[in-house]
């Protein structure tokens, strides 16, 4: 990977942002500027390069002001305390974040950055690459280490309580492999991660979870120490063991059930056949928090045992249990989700897949479902009904102890027949063949709950196909009246 000065800009040169902000600048409103920080680092690894990051001699809120104007989109201040601008494209394609020289030039502010591969700088002109740190050597090796040392106090840690959750997302996200001496100093800084800002914790969780090498991820921020502060709901999941319809303990199931989601992930149809092009439609669709539909769903398959330590027991016969453990992960991951701050719309999926991740299951001793029963199951689970169901394929599918094959076959079955009706309801929920007002005038009842109770068995009627006309929900309804079920 050793690159000249000139493969290096030739590369820098591919950022979108990098030709706008050379011209908006060209008169020197940034006195001193250099490229910097991930965008150097990305270039030198052959990376797609989106954003820009600048170090100037300069005002940095005049910088990214010029930055704006002359890419006519938005600016705004990134933090107060560092004193850090962004400015954006018209369209949000790319970023440049403004920063100014910290110390008495730009050594010193290198030597004040988190990581050695972090810490190289070009000029904005073109150049060669300013290196004090050696982390161009590191990039060729692979390497990730920390600056400072040789304890926490000295070390860039002690300067941002984040830094050790980044190593593990930089380590994840660009196959970098921490060095001894790193590894050993986020092991003892990684309580400060619960000090940093609970928006910034998230954010790099997020990269982790939604990296490719995920799994990979979360065995090095497991082997640090990061899932204790970051995750403690997961790490509380080690040594829990369960019961012989299981081979692992509870933390290595849920490792082994985000396994077996990635690979649904990555080729639905291997267990969805030909549902998997709408199934992987909707999933593909943007969510929230800066996450699709299949990100999303990875927390689920993390978090969804959580509530297993809680209700852990033991009967006469040896057997253990987790009774309720549905229900109280739910309420556990609600308030995780509180703590990390994410969105309410987030939090109610992940809450409800853990509400219901075990509904399917018990169904499948009842086949072959009437359409009722079929009714019941989406009814139960809405709004998601397409999302626990693909999760319970992954649960049931990492799930290898007695009788385990016979078992999956049967499950993944009922989850193809249940995902055609959960897709099916989510494009068109089944409405009752008579509006309200409608029936409320036909019966001579007012609304209320009464109404509301008819509404709902007429809804249940058109689904199951016993009223599917108007006439046939108002004659329904009028025999519910007279004679109510016991």
């Not at 149809?269 to 439609?281: C, N, R, T, Y």
Request: aromatic fraction near 4%; charge should be negative; charged fraction near 30%.
């Amino acid at each position: 990977m050793a690159l000249g000065g000139g493969e290096l800009n030739a590369r820098l040169e591919a950022a979108p942002a990098l030709q706008v902000a050379r011209a908006a600048l060209a008169d020197g409103p940034a006195g001193e500027a250099w490229i910097v920080g991930g965008t150097v680092r990305d270039a030198l690894l052959g990376r797609p390069l989106h954003d820009l990051d600048l170090a100037v001699q300069g005002d940095p809120e005049k910088v990214a002001k010029a930055v704006a104007q002359a890419a006519r989109g938005p600016v705004f201040a990134l933090s107060e305390a560092f004193g850090a601008w962004r400015a954006m494209s018209p369209n949000r394609e790319w970023t440049c974040d403004v920063t100014a020289v910290h110390g008495d030039g730009i050594e010193a502010d290198l030597a004040r950055r988190d990581f050695s591969v972090n810490a190289i700088a070009v000029p904005l002109n073109g150049g060669e690459p300013h290196d004090p740190q050696g982390g161009i050597p590191d990039l060729e090796e692979r390497r990730l280490r920390v600056l400072g040392g040789p304890d926490v106090e000295h070390s860039a840690y002690a300067d941002d309580p984040l830094r050790p959750l980044r190593m593990a997302r930089l380590a994840t996200e660009l196959t970098l492999h921490p060095t001894p001496d790193t590894r050993h100093l986020t092991r003892e800084a990684a309580p400060l991660v619960a000090k940093a800002a609970a928006e910034r914790v998230f954010s790099e969780l997020r990269r982790i979870v939604t990296s490719e090498r995920v799994i990979d991820g979360l065995e090095l921020c497991d082997e640090v120490g990061l899932t204790a502060t970051v995750l403690p709901e997961l790490h509380a999941l080690k040594e829990v063991e369960q019961s012989h319809f299981h081979h692992l303990d509870v933390y290595d199931h849920t490792i082994e059930v985000l396994r077996c989601y990635l690979a649904i992930e990555r080729d639905p149809e291997s267990v969805f056949g030909k549902l998997a092009h709408p199934l992987d439609e909707i999933m593909r669709a943007p969510f929230s928090d800066e996450l699709s539909g299949w990100q999303a769903l990875r927390f689920a398959a993390l978090l969804h045992d959580c509530g297993k330590p809680a209700t852990r027991g033991v009967r006469p016969d040896g057997r253990v249990t987790f009774i309720g453990h549905d229900k109280v992960g739910a309420e556990m991951i609600r308030a995780l989700c509180r703590r990390l701050r994410t969105s309410e719309k987030f939090r109610e999926l992940l809450a409800g897949v853990t509400r219901h991740h075990l509904v399917l299951g018990f169904l499948v001793h009842e086949r072959p479902l009437g359409r009722d029963l079929v009714y019941r199951y989406l009814e139960r689970c809405q709004p998601v009904e397409v999302e626990v169901t693909l999760l319970t394929c992954a649960d049931r599918m990492a799930t290898r102890g007695k009788n385990a094959e016979a078992a999956i076959a049967a499950h993944l079955d009922l989850a193809r027949e249940l995902m055609a009706e959960a897709l099916a309801w989510r494009s068109a929920p089944p409405e009752p063949a008579v509006r309200g007002g409608e029936l409320a005038k036909e019966l001579g009842i007012k609304p209320g709950p009464e109404l509301g109770e008819l509404l709902e068995r007429l809804r249940l009627a058109r689904f199951t196909g016993e009223a599917e006309t108007r006439e046939e929900a108002v004659d329904l309804a009028r025999r519910l009246r007279h004679n109510p079920a016991p």
